[in-house]
């Protein structure tokens, strides 16, 4: 089984700052999924990826396959960027995903 | 468009009690799936359903059942809830195997508490 982590737990920042989540997992993967979950419950897939970078907005995400690590950035955070950041990975030949156990974020005005 | 669409949003259940989560998608997709979101824990899928008549275990099926009823539903049954089943419940749907790689569309989620 693909063992997913992210790093930090918990990270504050004050508005502006340049935000920085890993995420590392075991096993070779198929894609890398980033997944914002915000304080009302609801979770949206922010990017899915399999190999460099992906850009949106102020997000970026990259992936490193060979060191089996994702970095997700925020430039210029915002307070109403204040969300759980969750990583997740699926697995060749299985559309399931494995989860990490995600990354609360919260901007300080 | 609704996207995935669960209810009851809240539920209050004592021991031994059953009830019925229902999910529906109006996506298309072929394969939905049920979760369950505990602090300290990252989302742990219970069932799944690859295509319509289909359905497989998770990692954590145990006091728990589903039914596929169309393409559309997937619903999630608590037959006698215990304590152990208080948590976050969430449904999500996905194109599936013939579009690999394709994220996953989630539901707002089920606040159960088992008392």
């Known amino acids: 089984k693909n063992e997913v982590e992210q790093s930090p737990q918990n990270l504050t920042a004050q508005e502006e700052e340049f935000i920085t989540i890993n995420c590392s997992y075991s096993?070779?993967?198929?894609?890398l999924h980033w997944l914002q979950q915000h304080p009302g419950g609801g979770i949206v897939s922010l990017f899915m990826l399999s190999s460099g970078k992906k850009k949106h907005g102020r997000l970026i995400a990259t992936i490193n396959i060979q060191e089996k690590h994702s970095s997700l950035h925020i430039t210029a955070s915002h307070p109403r960027d204040s969300a759980v950041y969750i990583c997740a990975v699926s697995n060749f030949g299985n559309e399931k995903l494995t989860f990490g156990t995600g990354t609360r974020l919260t901007i300080i005005p | 468009n609704a996207g995935v669409t669960q209810t009851p949003k809240f539920q209050v259940l004592k021991t031994g009690q059953s009830m019925t989560l229902q999910c529906a998608q109006d996506m298309n997709h072929n394969s939905m799936y049920w979760y369950r979101q505990d602090p300290g824990m990252g989302l742990r899928l219970i069932y799944y359903s690859a295509s319509e008549g289909t359905t497989d275990k998770g990692e954590v099926p145990n006091g728990y059942n589903v039914s596929r009823l169309n393409k559309r539903e997937f619903s999630l049954r608590l037959e006698s809830a215990a304590p152990s089943q208080t948590s976050v419940y969430f449904c999500?749907?996905?194109?599936?195997?013939?579009?690999?790689?394709?994220?996953?569309?989630f539901g707002d989620g089920t606040r159960l508490s088992i008392l």
């Open positions: 999500a749907s996905g194109k599936g195997r013939t579009a690999s790689n394709q994220p996953q569309h």
């Open positions: 096993v070779g993967i198929s894609a």
